[in-house]
């Protein structure tokens, strides 16, 4: 089981910043991508973005698109979601996930491993 260990949460005004990690000591030679998710409460969780291991190729959904960007550091064992003009309705826990292999789950793969969460809010 890869620990996925997640930081970059917190309360920001609209229009703010934040930048979510998700980092590991090594994610499998296997692992496909990793997947951002949101869950707000009384919502079902919602996958926003996911990006490959390997090369970096990164998805965003549509609703987040312009404003969140997914992201690795050179060494590959940080993933990053950066989130601009945060609105009132991006309010969630924000998790990060492991695709370990292709799957049915958002993106088309198998999320195996999760991230602790980590608390977005965004209020005035």
């Known amino acids: 089981q890869v620990q996925l260990v997640e930081s970059g949460g917190g309360l920001v005004r609209p229009g703010g910043s934040l930048r979510l990690s998700c980092s590991a000591s090594?994610?499998?030679?296997?692992?496909?991508?990793i997947g951002w998710f949101r869950q707000a409460p009384g919502k079902e969780r919602q996958g926003i973005a996911y990006i490959h291991t390997d090369d970096g190729w990164a998805y965003v959904e549509p609703s987040v698109r312009g404003r969140f960007t997914a992201s690795r550091d050179s060494a590959g064992k940080t993933m990053y979601l950066q989130m601009n003009g945060l609105q009132f309705e991006d309010t969630a826990v924000y998790y990060c996930?492991?695709?370990?292999?292709?799957?049915?789950?958002?993106?088309?793969?198998?999320?195996?491993?999760w991230g602790q969460g980590t608390q977005v809010t965004v209020s005035s």
């Open positions: 090594e994610f499998p030679p296997e692992s496909k991508a």
């Open positions: 996930a492991l695709g370990l292999r292709y799957g049915v789950d958002f993106g088309g793969y198998e999320y195996t491993s």
